[in-house]
């Protein structure tokens, strides 16, 4: 009996602890730090490839200067995420909102996996679960696109479920 919970204790504390594996020999990273340009006292960057302003840390969390998103993410159904992003006032700007899903796609990092995402530029991103996209599903209109950035997959979800947000805005 002892060695059985032994085994189960470890078996979900590995399943559960995750560390960011990349395989830059075999791809090259599409991501790569030098990509972004940090604004506003590091809070937000500068993609500079796609033009956007993407939040670092998911809503919920805070930026700390010593490059870390502390504190939870929230979750949210896709109805409240676009409220949320509505209403939101962050470095400065109103107009942020819930990216498409090809905007969403344009974070991942691919060459990476436990996240699949620059986690220089975007630490501590949740793994958990997905995250919104603005995006319908055409096959049915309940649904709408998301990533997990667990390995950096599209899905698509009931607008109900509660998924993680990040926000993103265009150039000026």
């Known amino acids: ?85 509505k209403f939101t006032n962050f470095s400065g700007f109103n107009d942020w909102r819930v990216p498409t899903i090809d905007e969403l796609e344009s974070i991942i990092e691919l060459a990476c996996y436990e996240p699949a995402i620059n986690t220089t530029i975007f630490p501590n ?16 209109v309940f649904n709408s696109w998301s990533v997990r950035f667990h390995h950096g997959y599209n899905h698509h979800g009931s607008r109900l479920d509660d998924f993680f947000v990040r926000l993103v805005r265009v150039e000026e």
């Open 1 to 85: 009996m002892l060695k059985t919970m032994t085994f189960l204790l470890f078996y979900i504390i590995s399943f559960n602890t995750f560390s960011q594996e990349c395989r830059t020999s075999l791809i090259n990273f599409d991501t790569p730090t030098s990509r972004f340009i940090p604004l506003k006292e590091g809070a937000i960057v500068l993609d500079k490839e796609t033009q956007l302003i993407w939040q670092r840390c998911s809503l919920g969390q805070s930026w700390e200067n010593n490059g870390e998103c502390t504190g939870n993410a929230k979750k949210y159904s896709f109805y409240k995420a676009q409220e949320v992003a």
């Open 125 to 140: 991103t949740e793994i958990s679960a997905n995250y919104w996209s603005s995006s319908s599903y055409v096959s049915d």
